[in-house]
């Protein structure tokens, strides 16, 4: 059973930045997709980035040009760098994986507010 951990999430002012991290206990993390949803009050969980085991990214377009997912393989980790954080980015963020398999994290808050 693949284990995710985001770190990073808190709360933020509009216009700020943060970075999650989301670190996975498998030794064949370079082939697995992976991805960051997340999940607003009241509201589907929503599919925020991807990206490929060879390194390809997908985003919504609500976060292009703003949000930036990237992997270490060497370290088994993906982050999600966001800049430019509006109200609308307040949601649980949650961590995904697959290899076939499918692996979530228990998420982490990010509120962005004044």
């Known amino acids: 059973q693949v284990q995710l951990v985001e770190s990073g999430g808190g709360l933020v002012q509009p216009g700020g930045s943060l970075k999650l991290s989301c670190a996975a206990s498998?030794?064949?993390?370079?082939?697995?997709?992976m991805g960051w949803f997340r999940q607003a009050p009241g509201k589907e969980r929503e599919l925020v980035a991807t990206?490929?085991?060879?390194?390809?990214?997908v985003y919504a377009d609500s976060v292009k040009g703003r949000f930036t997912i990237s992997r270490d393989n060497a370290k088994n980790s993906v982050d999600l760098k966001m800049n430019n954080l509006i109200p609308e980015d307040t949601a649980v963020y949650y961590c995904y994986g697959t290899d076939g398999r499918v692996a979530w994290g228990q998420g982490t808050q990010v509120t962005v507010s004044s």
């Open positions: 498998t030794s064949i993390f370079s082939i697995w997709n």
């Open positions: 990206i490929t085991a060879s390194g390809r990214t």
